[in-house]
């Protein structure tokens, strides 16, 4: 993972990072002064409930000035430089990260270690709600060590981590008042944006105050695009604007804490597949989290986080409302950790825990292609670890209850529509070791046996996806997906000097795949959800290298990633995989200046079905420049970057658009980006 540390006067955001649930010991500030040269360690929260400084999992952060550097309108291209990570793609509004080939409900996105609920996984037009713009840090987690978040975190988990609840007190008895704000202007888009976050307290209580918003016109493209009648150089119907902000609070006490926030996020975009329509979201969560520490007994510490969202997405066509998907759902999560027990071969250490979530979905128009419904999960997990001299050994284990109901709906295909309710009972497994061969050297191995239970969609679909240009049909009789997932990892680290490499496989027995039946319905060909064995396997690796020290710094940061994921029924590729990807870095320090020359090149991918058309190969080149300085006695940043430096014509392989609105939907084109963020 990237190893990274913040001024003391961040300690305000990092302390509560390294204790959210995590049973961590993380030191408050005695004093306000954002100003210190003091550096603090970061520590991985997501998939590292017991607080070791070593995951076992592959793991990425960004945060501080790579995430400000990073940040885009959407999650998926926000995390889209990452090692085995790239994005969906549907324009440059609604945008989801894919995990090593792996999408929608194969990945878990959390808002501070509580679900996301949102539509954003029904289909590929439909935007996360959850701004990147009031994200403190993100944390990624690969592979099977993800279970403790279920069988649908098997792809990887994505925590969006806030300032909102913070469990610790951020300031001292006299109290103080600290935030900042960043301010980003971008050609490419002609975005105008930006961003503030207040905090103030003492030792027992502390508020929290953000706001953001963000407006851009449509995005620049390398070539012309027929668009209203026209052609120009722009992606035809991308322009959005956004806006979100919340509030919270909370009391800190002796042992622990108690707090509360309310968030809400809004964004009107416009969808690229269809220049008419215009897609309005809407997101209001609400959030109470407590923990308590320092218990003697069997249980040490007891956190329990209670969420609940309301969310809607309306389909606006030529100015008129028409289809309207709506989700209510909460999220009440228990964990504990308990004592240690003494075993022949050391200490174990563990959290156990408990989940219940509920999710009522709705569908309201003549494109709802999936009924009204009611998914009811619960689950028992329980994680432990054994630290040996040698390194440590994990074991976890997660048991749920999954129940989906199809009541139908108000459209037009209700009565077509199954009802019914099924039930599943997926049990995951997982075992994990991490080994350090040598101080340099570290190997880790996550073997696990994973089971998800399939979503209302898949079981009760029925009916016209604009978004994939297919009628789709759900599958009632579908199963819980298993599969069986190995990862192998090694790392090293001298001096400022990194690398690692992690190869996986993942094997499936009945993997839940979308497949044309061959038939039409309304003029559009069918897809059926459909079990089929499928395996995926392959490798990313990232590093970066200290070429000079001198009074200035030259490093060069790399990265690699493939995957094939092919279908053994079928003996074809699955479609919209990455194809392989090489990237490197030049960086140049020295002092409080940094600038950065980047490339990354994008393999041709001709493993596509036989109903897919292949997408050529790309090139696409960036820099960056950044300044650290002081506004007013406060610490500031300047930043720009320059994004796709030759404007080169590029198709992504991961959206369903390069397939069902070919030569229509680019990369972005050429884009200056430039911004401030000032502390205080």
């Given amino acids: 993972m990237h190893v990274l ?182 050609t490419g888009n002609r975005e105008q944006s930006g961003a503030v976050l207040l905090e103030a307290g003492n030792d027992r209580y502390t508020l929290h105050a953000d706001v953001m918003s963000r407006h851009t016109q ?153 009924p009204s419904s009611k998914t009811r999960q619960s689950a028992l997990f329980a994680h432990e670890e054994l630290p040996q001299a040698w390194g440590r050994l994990s074991a976890g284990a997660r048991v749920e209850r999954v129940g989906v109901n199809s009541s139908g709906g108000a459209n037009q295909n209700a009565n077509n529509f199954k009802l019914g309710e099924r039930e599943f009972t997926p049990i995951s497994y997982a075992l994990g070791a991490l080994w350090k061969v040598a101080p340099a050297w570290s190997l880790s191995s996550n073997l696990s046996w994973s089971a998800r239970a399939p979503r209302d969609y898949e079981l009760f679909a029925l009916g016209k996806h604009l978004a994939t240009q297919a009628y789709e049909r759900g599958n009632d009789q579908l199963g819980v997906e298993r599969s069986t997932n190995l990862d192998v990892g090694a790392q090293w680290r001298s001096g400022a000097s990194h690398a690692k490499l992690n190869v996986f496989v993942n094997q499936f027995s009945n993997y839940i795949s979308l497949q044309a039946t061959g038939q039409n319905q309304n003029n559009l060909p069918e897809y059926l959800y459909t079990p089929v064995q499928a395996r995926f396997v392959g490798a990313e690796a990232s590093g970066q290298q200290r070429l000079l020290d001198a009074g200035h710094q030259v490093d060069l940061s790399w990265r690699w990633d493939t995957v094939r994921a092919d279908n053994l029924d079928t003996a074809q590729a699955l479609p919209r995989i990455a194809p392989m990807r090489l990237g490197a870095t030049l960086i140049w320090s020295a002092g409080p200046w940094q600038s950065r020359l980047g490339v990354d090149q994008w393999a041709a991918q001709d493993r596509v079905p036989a109903s897919d058309k292949p997408s050529e190969g790309y090139t696409l080149w960036h820099a960056a420049s950044t300044y650290k300085t002081r506004i007013a006695q406060s610490p500031a940043f300047w930043f720009a970057r320059l994004d796709n430096l030759g404007n080169a014509l590029a198709y992504s392989a991961t959206s369903i658009l390069t397939q069902t609105l070919p030569g229509h939907v680019p990369l972005p084109g050429r884009s200056l980006k430039v911004g401030l963020q000032v502390q205080f």
């Fill in 218 to 370: 449509d995005v620049a493209a390398p070539t012309a695009l027929a668009c209203r009648g026209g052609f120009a150089n722009r992606i035809c119907n991308s322009a959005s604007q956004a806006w979100g902000g919340a509030l919270g609070g909370t009391l800190h006490f002796d042992q622990g804490y108690l707090g509360a926030s309310v968030a809400t996020q809004s964004n009107l975009y416009g969808s690229v597949a269809d220049e008419a329509v215009q897609i309005d979201m809407r997101s209001n969560r609400y959030a109470i989290e407590g923990e308590v520490g320092g218990l003697s007994g069997l249980l040490r510490s007891v956190k329990a986080q209670f969420t609940q969202t309301d969310y809607r997405h309306a389909e606006i066509e030529n100015g008129s409302v028409g289809t309207v998907f709506a989700s209510k759902g909460s999220d009440l999560r228990l964990q504990a950790r308990h004592a240690d027990l003494l075993t022949p071969w050391g200490q174990v250490q563990g959290v156990v825990g408990a989940q219940l979530e509920e999710v009522n979905f709705s569908a309201d128009g003549a494109e709802a292609f999936a």
């Fill in 5 to 186: 540390s913040a001024p003391l006067g961040r300690l305000s955001l990092s302390a509560i990072l390294c204790a959210l649930g995590t049973g961590v010991q993380a030191q408050a500030p005695a004093q306000s002064q954002p100003a210190s040269a003091a550096a603090l360690p970061t520590v991985t929260i997501t998939g590292n409930p017991l607080g070791a400084t070593e995951l076992i999992a592959p793991a990425s952060v960004l945060t501080g000035s790579e995430l400000v550097l990073d940040t885009q309108a959407t999650l998926g291209e926000t995390l889209g430089a990452l090692p085995g990570v790239s994005s969906t793609y549907f324009g440059p509004n609604a945008s989801r990260p894919v995990i090593r080939g792996m999408d929608g409900d194969r990945l878990k996105l959390l808002a501070n270690g509580a679900s996301l609920t949102d539509v954003s996984g029904l289909s590929y037009d439909h935007a996360v709600s959850a701004d990147p713009l009031t994200v403190e840090r993100i944390e990624v987690l690969r592979g099977p060590a993800a279970l403790q978040y279920g069988g649908n975190a098997l792809g990887g988990v994505v925590n969006l981590i806030d300032n909102r609840i913070t469990s610790q007190a951020l300031f001292d008895a006299q109290g103080g008042v600290a935030g900042k704000a960043q301010m980003t202007t971008a």
